[in-house]
Structure formats: structure tokens, C-alpha cells
């Protein structure tokens, strides 16, 4: 498959980290909260600025899971759709031209899903093809790529895309006191991604006839006795953080086996590798990346300004990282490059990417 276009979306409310801490200070629940345990967080996240879906004075209004989910619906409809559009505009592609939609989202529930309210925002055609992937969390982004290349395999005429739209600020509990819902309102941010791609309809065709990059292969990884590692509980209240401070500890126990028994089946070994698009997990994690594949900071310097410029989008991130890469650090013809995100399961995904052209 090859990748048409990535486009990023963000909503208008956009504030630096300490207007964030502060307004987030304001609204949890008092009976014992240390502050300073709170701001301590918040500015070892890596975070400079995020953006949120919501005037950040209405957070403090949101009484139930109910209300909170059905601003989910309606934004995420709207922010899912501007990215779409937009990608679709930069592959020199009208709406009518897609054959199938992933749509992947974990941060509300909506049924009808996210893809059939977006295609009828778009006009999408009446037999489109919709994917629904719902539970997948950070690794979403990676897995999302991965399962549009598996389609495209087998439809290589066809065009797919993929929409990856989280709305975190949605989901941050106000009475819950605990570390895990302490980090995340610290790291989480809102915003959506597209990716177009379309297969490759004829044998002859060249690489980059009509995009910047090829995806080759993917694999999945899922890792024993994990399943709390990552994710959301769902109560009465809403999806409630579910964090393990020992994420940092099973990237580096098993990402690096995962990654070169990969590039092994491909014939490639890390030095191979030309550049590399991984999720912005949080400090600690791509420091474990970093350590564990014996990368350089420049290798991920895209990764750790994508955290601060809008935090941590869940599903979206590494496509946002991927458009980064693109725009601000386009490939050299013919390298490879490995994409890769952590999520809920706990598990990874890993794709192999290589960019147009002819070194």
C-alpha cells in the first residue's frame, strides 16, 4: 500500500501546560490532594501546550458520563471529518473515490460509530466499506496503517483511509485522586489524524508513482500477563485510567527482541533503518525506546516535539509524528523506516515503511 496523505487535525483551544495544570488544579475533588503533587506531574510530562475540545472554563459543568459522551460524539464527528477532508484534499481525491473506512477511537462510545457519522458528513459513497476499531488505545494509530495495507493486499485497486480522532480532556475524572488520573490529565491532549493510501493495481507500477511511502509489512505483538497495564475501567462515572508505571519497563523488556526478529524476517537489521516513527508515549517511554533499540535523540527528537507541541493524542499521535516526519524531515529515496506504537493489552504493533524513489 502506499500512503497518499497524512493530515493532522486539532480543535481552536489551544493552552499551555501550566493554564492546564491550573484550571485542572480548580476542578478535582480537594479532600486530599496534595498540589504539589499534582503540578510535580504535570510538569514532568514532557507537555508544553495542548489543545482541548472545549472552552477550558466548561470542563468544571460536565456532570455525568452521559453528557461527557455526547460531546464526545458531536466533536469527534466534526474533527474526524476536517481530517478526513483534508487528506483527502492532499491526495487529489474526492470523497466518492474511497472504497473502505477505518475509524479508530477509544476515548468515547458511539453507535452508530464514528465512520458511518463521518460518511454521511462527507458524502461518502453508500457501499463504503467501514472498520470500526474501538478499544485499541495508543496503539491504534500503528494497528489502523497496518489493517488498511491487509486491506489493500487484497484490493489493490482499491482507495482506504484511516481516521484516528481522541478526545482525552473528555474522559479525565474529576474525583478521582489517584496517580494514574493524576498523569493523564497532565499528558493527554485532543486531536485527530487521517491517512489516504491505495494499493498497488498493477505489477508494473513503480513505487511512488503516486505516493511518498510504501508500507511493506506489520506485526502485532501481544505480551503475557499485561492486561492491566494499560486501558480504561468503565463505571458510573466514566472511562477511568487505568496506568501502570511499569509501561517504560515492558517496552524495554520486549520491544527490542519484537522489533529486530521483525526486520529479521524482512532481511534488515536495525542499522537498515533510516528513520523512525514512534508514539509519544510520555518521557519515560521514549527514553525506554531510545535505550532499548540504541537509538539517538535525533532519531526521536520528532517523537518528543510532537509530546510538547500537543501532548500525547492517543490513537493519533504517531500519525501526527508521521506527518511531521514527511513535512519536516522527508525520507531519502529507497530508506526504510519503522513505525511503531505501545497501547492497551498490553500490546504493540510495528510496521515497516520505505520511502519513493531509488536511493
Not at 502506499?2 to 493532522?8: D, Q, R, S, Y
Request: net charge negative.
Amino acid at each position: 500500500m502506499e500512503i497518499l496523505a497524512v493530515c493532522g487535525a486539532l480543535p481552536p483551544h489551544r493552552h499551555p501546560q501550566q493554564e492546564v495544570t491550573d484550571a485542572f488544579a480548580d476542578v478535582i475533588a480537594r479532600g486530599g490532594l496534595d498540589e504539589r503533587v499534582l503540578r510535580r506531574l504535570h510538569a514532568n510530562a514532557g507537555v508544553e501546550q495542548r489543545h482541548l475540545v472545549l472552552p477550558i472554563g466548561e470542563y468544571g459543568s460536565i456532570e455525568s458520563f452521559g453528557q461527557a459522551n455526547d460531546l464526545y460524539i458531536k466533536h469527534a464527528v466534526e474533527l474526524g471529518a476536517t481530517a478526513l477532508e483534508d487528506a483527502l484534499k492532499a491526495a487529489g481525491l474526492a470523497p466518492s473515490e474511497l472504497d473502505v473506512l477505518i475509524c479508530a477511537s477509544v476515548t468515547g462510545v458511539a453507535i452508530p460509530s464514528l465512520d458511518a457519522r463521518i460518511a454521511s458528513v462527507l458524502g461518502l459513497r453508500p457501499d463504503i466499506r467501514r472498520v470500526p476499531l474501538m478499544g485499541l488505545g495508543c496503539v491504534a494509530g500503528a494497528a489502523g496503517i497496518a489493517r488498511l495495507h491487509d486491506y489493500a493486499v487484497g484490493h489493490p485497486e482499491h482507495v482506504g483511509a484511516l481516521v484516528a480522532v481522541e478526545l482525552c480532556s473528555l474522559t479525565v475524572q474529576r474525583d478521582d485522586l489517584s496517580v494514574p488520573n493524576l498523569v493523564a490529565s497532565g499528558l493527554f491532549g485532543d486531536g485527530a489524524s487521517a491517512v489516504v493510501g491505495r494499493g498497488r493495481s498493477r505489477p508494473d507500477e513503480q513505487v511512488g508513482d503516486h505516493g511518498a511511502v510504501e508500507v511493506l509489512a506489520s506485526r502485532s505483538r501481544l505480551y503475557p500477563d499485561s492486561e492491566r497495564t494499560m486501558g480504561f475501567d468503565v463505571s458510573e462515572r466514566g472511562l477511568q485510567i487505568v496506568l501502570d508505571a511499569a509501561v517504560p519497563e515492558l517496552v524495554g523488556r520486549y520491544i527490542r527482541g519484537d522489533v529486530d526478529a521483525f526486520l529479521a524476517d524482512h532481511g534488515l537489521g536495525r542499522d537498515e533503518v533510516g528513520w523512525w516513527v514512534c508514539h509519544p508515549g510520555g518521557p519515560r517511554v521514549i527514553d525506554a525506546l531510545r535505550d532499548a533499540l540504541e537509538l539517538t535523540d535525533h532519531d526521536l527528537q520528532l517523537t518528543r516535539d510532537s509530546l510538547a507541541r500537543i501532548g500525547n493524542l492517543s490513537s493519533a499521535s504517531v500519525l501526527h509524528v508521521l506527518q511531521d516526519t514527511l513535512r519536516e524531515r522527508p525520507p531519502e529515496p529507497g530508506t526504510y523506516g519503522v513505525l511503531m506504537a505501545m497501547g492497551p493489552g498490553f500490546c504493540s504493533e510495528v510496521v515497516l515503511l520505505r520511502a519513493a524513489g531509488e536511493r
